[in-house]
C-alpha cells in the first residue's frame, strides 16, 4: 500500500491505495466519480480519459501512485455550477451522444484538443477532430455530431479565451 495525495476536482484527495492501483479505479471506487467510464481497460476506447495537470490521459493506463501532487479533473469538474462546460452544451445542442458511454472521454479530450491547438495557434477544423479522436471511439453516433459539437465548441472556447485576454 502506499499513500497518495492529489487533487481530483479542486479538492484534496488522499487515501492508502495498493502499488497497482489504475487511475481510473481511484477515481471510480475511491473517490465514487463514476463518471470516468471504463470501456476496455487496455487503452484503446478512451471512454477512461481525464485531464492531468491540464492534458488528457487515459485514466487506465495511469498508477494512481505516480500522481502525487498532481491536479486532475474528471467530467465531474467541468461545469461551472449550473452552468455546463461550452464541450458540454455543445455535445447536447448537436446531439453528440446516443447512449452516453463514451460522451466523458469524448468531452474531457474534445477539451483538451481545443486547449492544445488554441494554445499552438492552430486551426483545429473537421478534419483535424477527427484525426485527433482516433483514440476515442463511439460505437453509436457515427462520430458526424461528435465531431460538430466539438467544432462548434471550440469557437465558444476561443471566444471566451479572447474575453478574457
Ligand atoms: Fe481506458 Fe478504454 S477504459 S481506454
Ligand atoms: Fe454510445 Fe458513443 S454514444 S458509445
Redo the contacts with the bound molecule.
Sequence with gaps: MTQISMTVNGKAASADVPDNTLL?DFLREGLRLTGT?????????????VHVDGRAV????VLAVSLAGAEVTTIEGVAHGKDLHPMQAAFKEHHGLQCGFCTP?MIMSGIDMVNRYGAEGKTLDAAAIRHELE?NICRCTGYHNIVKAIEDAAGKMSGMAQAAE
Design positions: 481510473s467510464h471504463v470501456g476496455c481497460d487496455t487503452s484503446q476506447c478512451g471512454a477512461c480519459v487515459k485514466s487506465c493506463t472521454g483514440g
